[in-house]
Structure formats: C-alpha cells, structure tokens
C-alpha cells in the first residue's frame, strides 16, 4: 500500500464564509436528462442552492462559468438535499429541500440555449410543506413497499418523525425514550427506519409498526391517561454500540442481501438486517464521514471514510486497501459519474471547498539542478565565521530591546510645555477647593517621515491631574507631513500629584507590500509639567512638623536665581526662604544655609516635602550644568522618616480594610433586599390577598440601608485615592533619600523604584501592601541575604491581602538597615559573588 494525495480533477470553493454540513451535498441526474450524468447539488446554512456540471478540459482546470448550472438564495438555511421521486403521476426525479420549518419540493429543467453561453436552467417549486416541528434531517425510500415513488420522513429536534405521501402528510410518530435526533435512514429490504438514539444504541422500526402506533397529534397530556385506540410504538431490534454515531447508511449491491453500516466515533459497523454484527472496524483516528460505493468482489463492499487528518482510506470490509491526501477536512463525501469517467471521488468541507478527484498518480517532471561544484577555501570561510561571531557578540552584550534613535524613527512626537500658565484656565469639573484651579498648555506635534496610516494619539497624565482632551485620531499621513494639536493640563482632584510628567504617545500602521493593511508601531515622548501648576508663591512659615536637609558640595545658589518664578526679584541675592502653598492647601518652606553648603525643606505633612526636594534637585543640577561644572552632588546624611511613612503605610492600609468591610456589608445588605423582594413578590401574585406583615416598612430600610453602605464606600474609595497619591509622594521621597544617602547608582534607583513602586494603581484585588511585601522580600532573600539559609528561604507564589502591616514594616526596616551595613542592589543571580561582593564580614 503506498501514500498518495487526491488527483484534483475539478474544484471550486462556494460563497464567502458559508457554512455546510453533512446533508448539504448530494450527487444525481437531477435534470432527468437521461445521459447517466450525475449533477452536484449544495445546499448551504445560508440558504444558497447551487447545480454544478464538472467538465473540465484537462484535469485541475480552473472552474469556468457554464460548469455552475444554477445558483438561488432561498433565504432559509438549507438542511439537507435528497434527489427521488417525490411528486405523484411522474417517476421523473426531483430535489427535494430540507429547512428547519419547512420541506421544498422543486423540479430541476433546463433549456438548450441558442448562444455559446450554453444552456439555462431553472427551478419550480411543485409543493411544500410548512413544519409545526423544527426539523433535523431527513430520509426517503418506497416506504411500505409502493411502486414507481418515494415518501420521505422528516426527523424533528424533539423526536418526532413526520411521514410525507408526496403532496400530502401522513403522519407523525415519537420515537420512545428520545433525548437528541440522530442519523437516520431507511432499508427498503425490511421495510424499517434505522437510527441511533442517544442511549448509543442502533435502533430499527417497522414502518407498519410505525403507521398502526398511536398518532403523535393524540400524545397530547395523556401521559397518566390510557389510549382507547392504537398501539405502542415499539421497537423491531435494538443493538448497543457504546458510543454515539456520525453517520447511518443501508446499501444493498447484492440482490437478496443488504447492510445496514454505522460510523461512529471511533469504530466502523456493518450489520444484517436482523441487527446482527457482520462485522467492525476499530479506528485510530477521528472519521468526519463515509460512504460504502460498491463491491468489487462477491461478498464484500468497499467503504471510503474520510478523517479529520485530512485522509480518505478505502476499505474492502475491515481491510485497507488505499488511503489518499485530501486537501481540506470533508463533511460529506459521494461518487459520482461525470462524462466518461466514473467513479469520481466528491467531497465538501464546512468552509465550502467542493472538490472532485480521483485515485492514482501523475509521473513527476521535477528533475533536480546539477551542482556547480567549486573548491572550498577555508581561510575565507574562518574570516567570514569569526566576523559573523563577533556580529553575534555584539547583538547579544544587552539583553533588552533598545529603542530606535530620534533620527530613525518613522514618525516622532514631540510635545513642548508652555513656560507661562493659561491667563484663562481650561479646568473641567476641578474638585480643588481653594479658589481657581489654573492650567498649562501642552503643544503637541507629530512629524512623519512615511506614511503613516490611521495614526491615533493618546495623552495620559497620572490622576489627579487630567487633560482637557486625552484622544486624538487623525486621517493618514502623508510623507514630511506633520500633525499638531493643543492641549491643557490641570489638577482635578483635591490632592497633590506625586509626579508632574505626562506620556504622548501615537499608534499607527505602516503598509508594505507583503501587508498593505499596514505593520503596527507606536512613538512616544514624555514632558514634564511646571511645579506652579499645582503650587502658587507664599510667605515662609518657620514652624513644621517635618524637616529634611540636604547638603551640597557647592556653596548655596540664590533662590532668584534657581527659582526665578517663585522668589521675590526685589530681595536679591537675600533670599534664602521660599514658601510653596499647595492648591490643597498644606504649605512648604525651602531655606538655604547662609553658613554652610545645606538646603532645609520643611512641612507638615511628609508627603507635602516631594515635589519642593525633587525640583530643587533638579533645578540645581541644571544650574551646575550650565556653568559646566562635572562634580556637583547632592547627600543626605540625616535619618530616613520610616516612622512617618509608616504612618502613612498604615492609613491606606486602614482605608483598604475598610473598603472591605463596606464590600461585605453590600453584599449581605443585596441579599436580604432581594430575598424581601421575592416574598413581597409571591404575596402580590397570590390570588387571595395576604396582609404584607411589613415587608414593605422592612423593604424600605433595607433600601435605604443599602443606599447608606454605598455612599459610605464610595467615599471611602475616594479617601483611598487620595492617600494611595500621598503614599506615592512619600515613597518617591524615601527612595530620592535612601539613593542620596547611599550614593546608589542610576540601575540601582531603578531597581529601588521598581521594588516601593511596583503599581501604578491600587486595587482591593492586588494592593501596594502585598505586592511591596513581596518585593522587598525577594531583595532580603537574594542580593541582601545574610547567609545561605536566607537564600533557601520559599516565597509564597500568590499575593493576599495581609491581616495588617507590621511584617511590611518590620521588612522595610530590615532592607535600610542592610543597605547600611553595605549592602548593594542587584539582580544579578550569581548570588556567591554578591554575597563576598555585598555583605563583607558577614557569615
């Protein structure tokens, strides 16, 4: 036995996302032309019916216009398609078209054209039948032994089959014990309908056992009540295959002789009559469908059965005798016979590829190029292989993915910060208190080198501040052409930001020629926003409950110099103190030593010192830079505020237990209203009026109970929010001190950042608490272990909402008391070498 793919004879695919199923194909001389000449009938679930004539020229021709006979929409899906004789006074066939609620009968005739377009064909309609079932699948056959016609039974979806004498209706019949429809079919030898219920048993009724039963319009309530007439429908044999089935099939090419073959999911059935097992076929792979097609020697039948491998084998009874490639997965497969050739193989998959093929081989023309054979030189071959490795080398020293550079990029966003406020604010329903809320104008410009399709711009500032617009779409974008829109920014909630920098950044397609609907990439820039946007000048106070000094290698730098919108031009080189009032309404001081190299920033709330201490920093560094000096610096020598940041720690923890409890006061307070409503419900449905024993008075306080629990947790949340944005400030603080005060390096204040700052948001489902625990206990257990037991020490793998604080308090302790001791950040995994390298006299 040897392997082949199926000969493609002639092909096409129907429609466009049409889907088909088992019954949608059928094969027959449905024109009556009497040639011999099988025609192609489809049916699709999206009511399309079409005739096909394949007479191609020379195998695996493209599909040419006259080879589609006919093709109309009947607007309901097509179940399943039967060609016999359907219509009383004629033995002329007809097709026959299964809907959900409906049976066509249509007569299939064509006329000779007088033009090369060739000849027309049409369909009329010669009756139908309305179905009060929806219908499943169907079977025909000379049902009790009539001559010269064929009666067709509809199987509906709740077990009913419904008997059709041509034009008219017979009757209908429920098949006992029934759960789902299954295959159906009809043996004309015993005169018995063959399917398979959903006990997985094969099961066969006589049809006069079928027309004497009790008629199925009677079944009507008359379960507890005996029938004065009629019998019960009862079974002829029944056999239990253990598994449901695909498909049913009886055939008879042996006169006197018939075999009634079930495909199931796994094995292969061929019965008598009687239900006796012939024989069975266990499958290794997943049969889609099958057809028996004849017998070529006396006493066997040759079957093909298509899997979903995309193979169709060919058996002679249980043996295989070929098996064949298919190009698709079928749902239905026939044979048919078109002009000379018989036996061609049809098969239709789900997505509507129609193919039919044949069985054998085509010699292959392919011959194989002769090699130019060429000496090999091995020192340029060495070159070439040390050159490639040191490329390798090079592409491989950084691990990440490195941005592309300004001038590289195929688009580039830009955005430029107004120096000065809005003289007129653009806030939108600020929440700040203290008198008008101003504003500062961002100018963005987006400049494309290529074009760039469906280009979108998203702006995002963190809460609270807010954007008077955040979405920008903009039609394509030509090559060097630009792009630029206007923005404001301004505080929305009443609280201060822990961070004035915003995000641009715009999402757009390049085409090419392999993807014209375009390649995604996306550009983005940062800008930092002025600290007068949420701060406004104000007089000093000496007195605050918070005070942080940094000292400086330089001498003191005049406050009219470095914040020349903030201090008074008419003091000079005097002022050494500046007040920052917040729109919130805490205050900062800033002092500058008039002795020493020292700044004092002073407040009193610690999350308040932030903003002042980072631009201060910054504005310094900048002033330094400008006169081109390399070796300024900023420390910290004092103590780091842990227990003030505790305090915070432990107000948002607070907050979050609350959120909590409101959650489950919600919840039981839901459940009692609803369970209210359902008495108060049955009372007002109950025909004798019941007194409501005050349910409506309990109703009531339940409702304003429940209204109570959600204001009060909907100001919790906000009170959540506003401390999540004080315990961010005083984290950014505590990581500038811990980075000055241990001089870490540019990678280690990343890791820092990224240990204290892990979540841009808090949620109740993942919260700062547990995910920081978590952190800084990784750190403990890795670059700042102590011994080796530390490092075998497991982590837990899902992150909880602890029960309180004190084991994230008593960890952060721990990781600045080891930072002290000489510990350094890294996430390097070597741990031996950081150990010698990190906690010297250790053991």
């Known amino acids: ?78 179940l399943q398609v039967e060609v016999g004789k359907f219509v009383s006074g004629t033995e002329g066939l007809h097709l026959a078209v299964l809907h959900c609620r409906k049976l066509c009968v249509y007569a299939v005739s064509g006329t000779q054209g007088n033009v090369e377009h060739g000849n027309q064909y049409q369909i009329k309609l010669m009756y139908e039948h309305n179905l009060q079932r929806t219908a499943c699948n169907m079977t025909y056959g000379p049902f009790g032994g009539v001559k010269g016609r064929d009666l067709i039974c509809i199987q509906s979806m709740d077990g009913m089959l419904m008997l059709f004498e041509q034009e008219s209706y017979a009757f209908g019949r429920f098949l006992p014990g029934f759960l789902l429809p299954g295959p159906l079919a009809y043996s004309s030898r015993t005169d018995s309908f063959i399917t398979v219920s959903s006990c997985q048993q094969v099961e066969s009724y006589k049809y006069q056992v079928l027309a004497f039963a009790t008629d199925a319009d009677e079944r009507q309530d008359t379960e507890e009540r005996k029938l004065s007439s009629g019998k019960r429908l009862a079974v002829d044999w029944v056999l239990n295959i253990g598994e449901q089935a695909r498909d049913i099939c009886v055939v008879s090419f042996n006169q006197g002789v018939s075999s009634v073959f079930v495909l199931g999911e796994r094995n292969f059935f061929c019965l008598k009559d009687n239900g006796q097992i012939r024989f069975m076929k266990k499958l290794d792979y997943s049969p889609s469908c099958f057809i028996p097609y004849c017998s070529v020697q006396e006493g066997t039948i040759n079957t093909l059965i298509a899997n979903h491998s995309k193979m169709l084998n060919v058996y002679q009874d249980v043996t295989l005798k070929w098996a064949t490639q298919l190009p698709c997965i079928p749902v239905s497969v026939k044979v048919a016979n078109f002009q000379d050739l018989k036996g061609v193989i049809v098969t239709l998959s789900d997505d509507g590829h129609l193919q039919c093929s044949y069985l054998g081989t085509d010699p292959s023309l392919f011959q194989a190029p002769k090699v130019d054979s060429r000496e090999i030189n091995y020192e340029e071959m060495n070159a070439e292989m040390k050159e490639l490795q040191k490329i390798i080398r090079e592409a491989t020293k950084t691990q990440d993915i490195l941005p592309e550079s300004e001038k590289q990029r195929d688009v580039i966003v830009t955005a430029k910060v107004s120096p000065d406020l809005d003289e007129e604010s653009q806030a939108i329903d600020s929440e700040v208190k203290a008198g008008p809320v101003p504003s500062v104008t961002v100018k963005i410009t987006i400049q494309s080198r290529v074009t760039a399709q469906k280009p979108n711009l998203a702006v995002c500032v963190q809460a609270p501040l807010a954007v008077t617009c955040d979405q920008f779409v903009f039609d394509d974008l030509e090559p060097d052409s630009s792009e630029t829109v206007v923005l404001s920014v301004f505080l929305k909630e009443n609280c201060s930001p822990s961070e004035l920098e915003g995000t641009c950044m715009v999402s757009y397609n390049i085409p090419t020629e392999l993807n014209p609907e375009g390649i995604p990439r996306v550009s983005q820039c940062t800008f930092s926003l002025p600290l007068k946007l949420v701060c406004f000048p104000a007089q000093p106070s000496k007195a605050a409950n918070h005070k942080l000094t940094i000292d400086t290698n330089k001498p003191p730098i005049s406050f009219v110099t470095i914040f020349p919108d903030f201090a008074d031009p008419s003091e000079g080189d005097q002022a050494n103190a500046l007040g920052f009032q917040f729109l919130t309404g805490s205050k900062t001081t800033l002092l500058a030593s008039k002795t020493s190299q020292r700044y004092r920033i002073q407040s009193d709330h610690l999350e308040d010192l932030w903003l002042v201490t980072k631009e201060l920093i910054h504005r310094l560094e900048e002033h330094f830079k400008k006169q081109n000096c390399k070796d300024f610096a900023c420390t910290f020598s004092g103590s780091i505020p842990l227990q003030e940041y505790f305090e915070l720690i432990d107000q948002h923890f607070e907050l979050r237990l609350n959120a909590e409890k409101y ?63 004080k315990l961010k400030s005083a984290t950014h603080l505590v990581i500038m001190l811990i980075s000055l005060w241990q001089k870490l390096s540019a990678d280690q204040t990343a890791i820092l950042e990224a240990t204290l700052l892990p979540l841009a948001e808090d949620t109740q489902e993942l919260g700062w608490e547990e995910t920081v625990d978590a952190a800084v206990s990784y750190l403990l257990r890795t670059c700042l272990s102590k011994s080796s037991k530390e490092q075998a020490l497991t982590l837990s793998s899902q992150l909880s909402m602890p029960k309180d604080t004190s084991r994230l308090k008593k960890n952060i302790t721990l990781f600045c008391d080891r930072l002290a001791k000489g510990g350094r950040l890294s996430l390097s995994t070597d741990s031996a070498t950081q150990q010698a390298a990190v906690m010297p006299g250790k053991t």
């Open 663 to 725: 959650q489950e006061l919600l919840s039981e307070r839901a459940v009692q209203f609803r369970a209210i409503e359902r008495r108060l419900l049955t009372r007002f449905k109950d025909k004798t009026p019941a007194p409501l024993q005050h349910l409506d008075t309990l109703l009531e306080g339940t409702f304003r109970e429940v209204i109570a629990l959600a204001d009060a947790a909907e100001e919790n949340q906000a009170n959540m929010f506003q401390a999540f944005a």
């Open 1 to 78: 036995m040897s392997l082949f793919k199926a000969r493609d004879w002639w092909s096409t695919i129907l429609g466009e996302k049409e889907e088909f199923d088992q019954g949608c194909l059928c094969v027959a001389d449905v024109d009556n032309s009497g040639s011999g000449q099988d025609k192609v009938i489809v049916g699709s679930y999206n009511g399309y019916l079409r005739i096909f004539n394949p007479h191609p020229v020379k195998p695996g021709d493209e599909v040419q216009p006259e080879d589609l006979l006919l093709e109309v929409q009947l607007r309901e899906p097509i």
